[in-house]
């Protein structure tokens, strides 16, 4: 099969790790006879520095056209003034609004040797296997925002549409996997809530009778995450609640570098990115921890391509990779780390 991937390397070690990515969607191709070209834009940054803007409308237009997007990471201390009229941080906010992805997936599934770089302790680390659904485009990070003399405000809304398309991709996920969907509100106190917690147990009774439903509440849900994250299958949640609940739960595998992500729509072109960012102190020394953007590409070929077997293909080589102790700098703990290239030959010497 014939798939065309739009690569956004962007800053900092972006560039690196998509690379690696790339490596290794070329091995799996040639190994299982997929055609995968890959077409470069700039995103970021970079495209600041280029264009002007963030998100030139090239880079829109080659998104829209391919099947996927692989995107490194975008931002870094030369764009970082606050006062500034366009920062790269802008590029990604438009990119998941133009592209129309609303559900933000990221799975954590600790690997049993990197549970030691975990600062939990390793007994309720041991078999956590979850995945955060977080809703991407919708409430209080895109309402209206005023500010006047006295005071400021930032408006929370959901439609009822909003909650009922990722509620679906939430438990169509779940029945791939344990059958267990954990809804994560503040119903005790936002109207926002109490939508989305009546929505959820509709579609639920409705549409997925065969789903286990949970509500939680956001206050007590950051302390279960960390008591009992094994109780998890899949965590359903809006925006904001799901940007810090994702940034906490990542803490469950040891490195941000580990960890990938899928941004999907009701089209098939996803967006694919390790959850961490340009990290500019360690950018251009061929050090960074490609696995998260190298996992990031097994969800590209799962959710975008449909090619569920070679994703697997991929995650078991990064798998057997760590189980061989092949470990980048964010995860060695004896000073005999891996560079990027290194870690990378890891996982390409154990694509079957
Ligand atoms: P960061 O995730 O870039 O780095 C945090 C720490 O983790 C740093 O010490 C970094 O060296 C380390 N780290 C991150 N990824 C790593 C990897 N693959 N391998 C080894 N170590 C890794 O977050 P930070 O420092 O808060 O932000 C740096 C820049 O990145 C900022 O401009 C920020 O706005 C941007 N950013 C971009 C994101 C994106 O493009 N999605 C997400 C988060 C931040
Ligand atoms: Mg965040």
New binding site residues.
Partial sequence: MRADIALLP?D??GPE?TAAAVEVLRAVGARHGHDFRFDSFDIGGIAIDRHGEPLPQATLDGCKAADAVLLG????PKW?DPNARVR??QG?LAIRRALGLYANLRPVRPHAATIGASPIKPHLLAGVDLLVVRELTGGIYFGDKTRDAEGASDRCYYSVAEVERVMRRACTLARARRGHVTSVDKANVLETSRLWRDVATRIVRDEFPDITLEHQLVDSMAMHLIARPRAYDVVVTENMFGDILTDEASMLAGS??LLPSASLGEGTVGLY??I???????AGKGV??PY?TILSAALLLRHSLGMAQEAACIEDAVDAALSDGAF???LASDGRAMGTAEATLAVLSRID
């Avoid at 990471?73 to 870094?76: E, I, P």
């Avoid at 961490?276 to 360690?282: E, K, L, Q, T, Y």
């Fill in positions: 962007g900092g070690i790790v990471a975008v931002g870094g970082s790269p941080e990604l941000l570098g990115e390790p961490h960012g340009s990290a500019p102190d360690i960074a921890n998260g980048t700098a964010d």
